[in-house]
Every structure is written in C-alpha cells, then in structure tokens.
C-alpha cells in the first residue's frame, strides 16, 4: 500500500520560510518522478515543483529561486524548501508520486 504523508505546513509571515516534507511509502522515492502541487481557494491546482529519478529539478515560474525540491533516499522522503514566501503562496500544499499517487496535503498561510 502506498501512502505520502505531509508535514511543515503552517502559518508564517510574509518573508519568512517553512521546510515541507513529504514521507513515503510502498514506493521508492529516487525511482519515481515526485512533484509538489498547491491549490489556493477559489483556483486551480498548480504544480510548484518536480524532482525526476535522477534528481533533476523543475519549478514553476512564481516560485523560481525561492523554492527547492529534494529528497533523502534513505528517508524516502522529498521536501520542498519555501524561502521569501508571500502572501500568494497561502494554499493546501500536496505531495504526488509518478503522476498518481496523492498525500493528503498540509496547509500553508503566509501573512502580510
């Protein structure tokens, strides 16, 4: 059985940082392409991040050198580092494995 479990989550103030874990398990993280998404009340789901098998990385334009996906394979954990964060990046932040696989989500709220 699969399971993603998010943690991190919480309220900060503008400018400030949360680190998001993501642990995993039933799948091995470093085999499967991991991505973090938010969706924000009232709008769509957007993919922030992804880290493929190998470890590259990709990030969606608004979070672009604030964000930072990793992993730890002996954890099978992924994280995403949010640093300089806004008041637009308040949402329920979720953990998806290969495309199908769904945490549950952690919300996040950046005051101004």
């Known amino acids: 059985q699969v399971q993603l479990v998010e943690s991190g989550g919480g309220l900060v103030q503008a400018g400030g940082s949360l680190r998001l874990s993501c642990a995993v398990s039933?799948?091995?993280?470093?085999?499967?392409?991991m991505s973090w998404y938010r969706q924000a009340p009232g709008k769509q789901r957007e993919l922030v991040a992804t880290?493929?098998?190998?470890?590259?990385?990709n990030y969606a334009d608004s979070v672009k050198g604030r964000f930072a996906i990793s992993r730890d394979n002996a954890k099978n954990t992924v994280y995403l580092q949010m640093n300089s964060l806004k008041p637009d990046d308040t949402a329920v932040y979720s953990c998806?494995?290969?495309?199908?696989?769904w945490g549950q989500g952690t919300q996040v709220t950046v005051s101004s």
């Open positions: 998806n494995a290969q495309g199908y696989w």
């Open positions: 039933g799948i091995i993280v470093s085999t499967k392409l």
């Open positions: 880290i493929t098998n190998f470890g590259n990385t």
